[in-house]
């Protein structure tokens, strides 16, 4: 793994809606590195994601991603991070079709009004086929189950090419098998494309095995570090409360924490 910074952020702080979110973060993460972020509800892992897309600025500190300083990442750039935002619950009877949907990571390539080329229509069923959808390509997205619907997002996100690929919560209202196979598919597109991850989860069990580090939040940043050294009692209780119990997982030590994870 290629050990140059593609994230640098040096003593950010961050406010949401005029109150401070994120304070005081440094965090590096190396290109091609796989990145699981967790803590509680309200710590700031979305602000997190915002910030590394350019949505918000820090108040504090500075934040670069690949080799470039400006601040408000409006620059090229911004195209090379795909991004797929916490699940909305989808209108049903939207007419638009799963390849829509994935063709929709293409427009910042393309341009809103232009039609997209056979190179585009390329990479868009590389990307379906990448995720197992492209059997799927012409049915409404709002008849996909929840699972099916998060890999259209995830193809659209992959149809950007990017080197950098943000997920907010990505297994949240999908049955546990769908969970567990979404996993799967991102540990393969992390291996098979070269991203760098950055996963925002409350689940920190179905991420534990497969993420090179695990990041805890709680408006500061407690942790940083693989797996086996972030999940103790001593690091995770402070951030949880006492409450943590931790036992021998397979390969990750398995963690039950007390977040009342609600939307």
Same mark, same amino acid.
């Given at each position: 793994?290629? !050990?140059?910074?593609?994230?640098?952020?040096? =003593?950010?702080?961050?406010?949401?809606?005029?109150?401070?979110?994120?304070?005081?973060?440094?965090?590096?993460?190396?290109?091609?590195? *796989?990145?699981?972020?967790?803590?509680? =509800?309200?710590?700031? #892992?979305?602000?997190?994601?915002?910030?590394?897309?350019?949505?918000?600025?820090?108040?504090?500190?500075?934040?670069?991603?690949?080799?470039?300083?400006?601040?408000?990442?409006?620059?090229?750039?911004?195209?090379?991070?795909?991004?797929?935002? !916490?699940?909305?619950?989808?209108? &049903?009877? *939207?007419?638009?079709?799963?390849?829509?949907?994935?063709?929709?990571?293409?427009?910042?390539?393309?341009?809103?009004?232009?039609?997209?080329?056979?190179?585009?229509? #390329?990479?868009?069923?590389?990307?379906?086929?990448?995720?197992?959808?492209?059997?799927? %390509?012409?049915?409404?997205?709002?008849?996909?189950?929840?699972?099916?619907?998060?890999?259209?997002?995830?193809? %659209?996100?992959?149809?950007?090419?990017?080197?950098?690929?943000?997920? &907010?919560?990505? /297994?949240?209202?999908?049955?546990?098998?769908?969970?567990?196979?979404?996993?799967?598919?991102?540990? %393969?597109?992390? !291996?098979?494309?070269?991203? /760098?991850?950055?996963?925002?989860?409350?689940?920190?069990?179905?991420?534990?095995?497969?993420?090179?580090?695990?990041?805890?939040? #709680?408006?500061?940043?407690?942790? #940083?570090?693989?797996?086996?050294?972030?999940?103790?009692?001593?690091?995770?209780?402070?951030?949880?409360? !006492?409450?943590?119990?931790?036992?021998?997982?397979?390969?990750?030590?398995?963690?039950?924490?007390?977040?009342? $994870? $609600?939307?």
């Amino acid at each position: 793994m290629a !050990q140059s910074p593609i994230i640098q952020i040096k =003593n950010a702080s961050f406010a949401f809606n005029g109150k401070l979110a994120l304070e005081d973060i440094s965090l590096d993460i190396a290109e091609g590195e *796989f990145v699981g972020v967790i803590g509680p =509800n309200g710590s700031g #892992k979305t602000t997190l994601l915002k910030g590394l897309l350019g949505l918000i600025v820090p108040v504090k500190g500075t934040l670069q991603i690949f080799d470039c300083a400006c601040e408000d990442m409006r620059c090229h750039h911004r195209a090379r991070i795909g991004y797929l935002p !916490q699940m909305e619950g989808s209108d &049903d009877q *939207f007419p638009i079709t799963a390849w829509e949907v994935a063709m929709m990571g293409r427009y910042g390539a393309i341009g809103l009004l232009k039609r997209p080329s056979s190179e585009d229509r #390329k990479i868009v069923e590389e990307a379906l086929e990448a995720v197992g959808m492209a059997d799927f %390509r012409s049915y409404a997205f709002g008849q996909l189950s929840g699972g099916q619907q998060q890999r259209v997002l995830i193809a %659209r996100a992959l149809a950007q090419k990017p080197q950098v690929l943000l997920m &907010d919560e990505p /297994t949240t209202g999908i049955d546990a098998e769908a969970q567990h196979r979404l996993i799967q598919l991102v540990r %393969r597109l992390h !291996q098979q494309y070269h991203l /760098t991850i950055v996963l925002v989860t409350h689940d920190i069990n179905l991420i534990s095995p497969i993420v090179d580090t695990i990041v805890l939040l #709680k408006t500061r940043l407690y942790g #940083k570090g693989p797996p086996a050294e972030i999940l103790t009692q001593a690091i995770l209780a402070p951030v949880y409360g !006492q409450e943590v119990i931790i036992t021998e997982g397979e390969r990750t030590p398995y963690t039950i924490v007390h977040d009342t $994870h $609600h939307h």
